[in-house]
């Protein structure tokens, strides 16, 4: 019940493309979802995260949408570009708890 | 510059032997986390500390110890007994417990 499922594993995408990724969880107190990017050598850094009081949130090319019912939750990448090939990471936690709880990544790649 | 300075960037370990990475912080935050990443996987929690002087374990501690004496410092040390060290570590930090948490660059850890 403490899973966060990520897929797909990898992605390759022509430049201007909208990837999209998607994680599933099964725990209902979780209320934090962040999304993260991670280059390689690098560590991950976060990208955008949403409560589940609301059901969409964008900041500038990258949107997160939340289903609550479904327990599910995407990242999609507007007008991608070769810069954001990079892997993603979704994660989840609940306010009683700090423990994160990561999927295990999308290696995106975004070809010219 | 804020941020979180973990080093050395790559460390070799021979058999028996117990290694310490550095893991400092200058963004006055109370929380540190010490992570675990293998390819393929996600980030797997090693051991936080939400206050100096104080840690708990995380999923993965056998084999590992870490200290909290200062609050901008959290190293941890790879014992003997983690037969399987060979991984990226992954430090972070965030305001409190359940805040974004922010990561380091990370060290490679491999065997002789």
């Known amino acids: 019940q403490q899973q966060v499922k990520q897929s797909p594993q990898s992605l390759i995408v022509q430049k201007g493309g909208i990837p999209i990724i998607n994680c599933a969880y099964e725990?209902?107190?979780?209320?934090?979802f962040p999304w993260y990017q991670q280059f390689p050598g690098k560590g991950p850094a976060l990208l955008i995260a949403i409560r589940p009081d609301v059901s969409e949130k964008k900041e500038g090319r990258f949107t997160i949408s939340f289903n609550k019912s479904a327990k599910q939750f995407s990242l999609h990448i507007m007008d991608s570009q070769p810069g954001d090939s990079a892997t993603y990471f979704c994660?989840?936690?609940?306010?009683?708890?700090?423990?994160?709880?990561w999927g295990a990544g999308t290696k995106l790649i975004i070809k010219p | 510059d804020g941020g979180i300075t973990q080093s050395p960037k790559y460390l070799f370990r021979k058999e028996g032997q117990n290694v310490t990475l550095s893991c400092e912080q200058n963004l006055n935050h109370d929380a540190m986390y010490w992570y675990r990443q293998d390819p393929g996987q996600g980030l797997r929690l090693i051991y936080y500390?939400?206050?100096?002087?104080?840690?708990q374990k995380g999923d993965i501690a056998e084999g590992y110890s870490v200290s909290r004496e200062k609050k901008e410092s959290f190293p941890l040390t790879v014992t003997s007994a983690q037969k399987n060290p060979t991984a990226f570590y992954l430090c972070?930090?965030?305001?409190?417990?359940?805040?974004?948490?922010?990561f380091g660059d990370g060290t490679r850890l491999s065997i002789l």
């Open positions: 500390s939400q206050i100096v002087n104080d840690f």
């Open positions: 994660a989840a936690s609940s306010g009683s708890n700090y423990q994160l709880i």
């Open positions: 725990n209902t107190a979780f209320d934090y």
């Open positions: 972070a930090s965030s305001i409190q417990a359940s805040q974004p948490q922010h």
